[in-house]
Nanobody
């Protein structure tokens, strides 16, 4: 299963951004999809996981995950962005969100990441 993120870029503090994650196979529709962020010099941290039923488990109140199985796509809507939100954002897939999320170790499939920079 291959995943590909898009939607990153430069945004001003207080702004919003929506990231997308497209899966290469139908299998993605039966997978839990999670979003992680890796800030410079920091470990990868879990932000949100959306179950196969479409229920989001959001660890960051400003961010909301969703999915469209017909498009094999997951989304991460981010609001009120701060400079400390800067980092590389990854999506990942697993059989379930309950593989130790928000730890990244339970997710075997990963995208290449998309850079988000929050700066004035």
């Amino acid at each position: 299963l291959q995943l590909g993120e898009s939607g990153g870029g430069l945004v001003q503090p207080g702004g919003s951004l929506e990231l997308s994650c497209v899966g290469s196979e139908d299998e993605v529709s039966y997978s839990a999809l999670a979003w992680f962020r890796q800030a410079p010099g920091k470990e990868r941290e879990g932000l949100s996981c959306i179950t196969t039923a479409g229920d989001p488990i959001d660890y960051e109140v400003r961010f909301t995950a969703s999915r469209d199985n017909a498009k094999k796509t997951a989304y991460l809507q981010m609001e009120y962005l701060k400079p400390e939100d800067t980092g590389i954002y990854y999506c990942a897939a697993a059989d379930t969100c309950w593989n130790g999320f928000p730890a990244p170790t339970g997710f075997p499939s990963w995208g290449q990441g998309t850079q988000v920079t929050v700066s004035a």
